[in-house]
């Protein structure tokens, strides 16, 4: 799908890669074990679910195994720094070497990786996130803690509870993009920026292809060929917020022109991406998704 709002030269190529997370065998967790840093192994034993454990290694892996398709680096040579608040990176070094920005979300049963390539533009800010829809969130008690007024409003105006809960997830998704993007998580007051999302009828779809090359893997998902996807979601910020901006990407004085793109995985999971760069426009945007498996990601090497 290529952004079609926006016609100059210079652009970025997002990649969505939608991985369910099931059980690895011991010889798919050994491998996976064997591409980790001391830190990394360090972090995932720490949970004490053993799922936790399984989870939190399987992102990993699956996240080296994917930036290995875009470069000449096997999945054990990435290294990675961390912001401030813990927003994930390709150290300084690689980053320049490979030109890739990523982001990663999972939630429930599945994992989002997202990989940026800026083409002719400075590189930017970028998140993701996926979200599954709670049935059991008392979600009404919360409003006023995250969302701003317009949102809050917007979303008790919609006709039923059934919508009303759709919509928070919806817009949680695509809250946690943006300050996913911007690197301050939760240290960012939710309610300090808002999204306009309108109801679905009243936006523009543009439909994504989600390629797979397992019939079996899409059927057993439960996910369709074809995604739709809202783009150009308007975003309220504040003018002054600081960004945790690494030094090789963006200087601080730089006004940033944010685009955020909404999409529905299937009716229990959505995904959202946001992303920045400096100026004052749109740039355009070619984006692509693709359904895989950790067994898929693992067997390649």
Not at 16 to 23: E, S, T, W
Not at 194 to 212: G, I, R
């Amino acid at each position: 799908m290529t952004d079609s709002l926006t016609s100059s030269k210079n652009g970025v190529n997002v990649d969505l890669f939608f991985i369910p997370l099931n059980d690895m065998s011991a010889a798919q967790t050994s491998l996976a074990e064997s591409w980790l840093s001391d830190d990394e192994l360090a972090k995932v034993r720490r949970y004490r679910d053993p799922k936790a454990q399984i989870k939190g290694l399987q992102v990993r892996a699956a996240l080296r195994a994917v930036l290995s398709r875009y470069a000449d680096l096997s999945p054990h040579e990435w290294c990675f720094e961390y912001g401030a608040k813990g927003k994930p990176s390709l150290t300084a070094k690689l980053q320049q070497q490979t030109g890739l920005e990523f982001n990663l979300s999972h939630s429930g049963d599945w994992l989002l990786i997202g990989v940026a390539q800026f083409d002719g533009v400075e590189s930017g800010l970028f998140g993701v996130d996926i979200e599954r829809s709670r049935p059991k969130t008392d979600i009404y008690p919360i409003l006023n803690h995250y969302f701003s007024p317009q949102e809050t409003a917007a979303l008790l105006a919609l006709a039923d509870e059934a919508s009303q809960r759709q919509r928070f997830f919806d817009l949680w998704a695509l809250k946690e993009s943006y300050i996913k993007a911007t690197g301050l998580g939760l240290a960012q007051s939710l309610k300090s920026f808002a999204f306009e999302l309108k109801p679905f009828e009243q936006l523009a779809a543009e439909s994504l292809e989600l390629s797979c090359q397992d019939t079996g893997l899409r059927q057993a998902c439960g996910v369709a060929s074809m995604l739709n996807v809202y783009p150009h979601i308007p975003l309220q910020i504040p003018l002054q917020i600081p960004l945790q901006i690494p030094i090789h990407t963006l200087d601080l004085a730089d006004s940033l022109h944010w685009q955020t793109h909404f999409g529905r995985l299937t009716e229990e999971y959505r995904f959202a991406i946001s992303l920045a760069h400096a100026g004052n426009a749109a740039i355009p945007m070619t984006l692509t998704a693709q359904l895989s498996s950790i067994e898929v990601l693992l067997a390649d090497y």
